[in-house]
C-alpha cells in the first residue's frame, strides 16, 4: 500500500517546536505519544494567539473528543520540528484539525495525524457554538 504524500505546501500554518531529551524512549527516537503533546501545542498556541482562546478564565473551553496519529519516519533529540496545521472540517461547536510533523525545513512529513475539538462552556461542559473570534482564526486554516 502507498503512504499517502503529506507534503508541507498542504498546510497553512507551521509552529515551531523543539525536541527535548525526555521525549526520547529507550529505542532512542521520540515516543509515538509525544507527537500528541506536539499537535495540542501546535494548535492551543494558535488559538491562543490568532483566535484570543483565554484557557485560565475564558468561559469556553475545547475538549479534544478524538485523536489519531500515522507514523512515516523517525525523529530525536535535539531536532528542530515544526508542526503543520490546517483545518479539515469546521462545524458550529467541533473543528477537526489536520497535523504533520516537519523536521525544520523538509517538505515531507514524518508523522501526520488529527484531532477533533469540541468547543463547551466551561461550568455546564455543554457544546456551545464556537466563538467569532476563533472561528475566524480556524477558518483561515481552511483548505485555499
Not at 483565554?54 to 485523536?67: A, K, L, P, Q, T
Request: overall charge negative; charged content about 20%.
Amino acid at each position: 500500500m502507498e503512504q499517502p504524500q503529506h507534503l508541507r505546501e498542504h498546510y497553512r500554518h507551521f509552529q515551531p517546536v523543539t525536541t527535548r531529551w525526555h521525549d526520547n524512549d529507550l529505542y532512542g527516537h521520540v515516543n509515538n505519544v509525544t507527537y500528541y503533546s506536539y499537535f495540542d501545542t501546535a494548535v492551543n498556541s494558535y488559538l491562543i494567539e490568532a483566535g484570543g482562546l483565554d484557557i485560565h478564565r475564558g468561559e469556553v473551553v475545547g475538549f479534544v473528543v478524538s485523536s489519531s496519529c500515522d507514523y512515516f519516519e523517525s525523529i530525536a533529540f535535539p531536532e528542530r520540528i515544526e508542526v503543520g496545521l490546517r483545518v479539515g472540517k469546521l462545524g458550529n461547536s467541533s473543528v477537526q484539525y489536520e497535523l504533520a510533523v516537519f523536521r525544520e525545513g523538509e517538505s515531507q512529513a514524518c508523522a501526520a495525524g488529527r484531532f477533533v475539538h469540541v468547543f463547551v462552556d466551561r461550568q455546564s461542559n455543554q457544546p456551545v457554538t464556537i466563538p467569532q473570534l476563533l472561528r475566524q482564526a480556524m477558518e483561515s486554516l481552511l483548505p485555499a
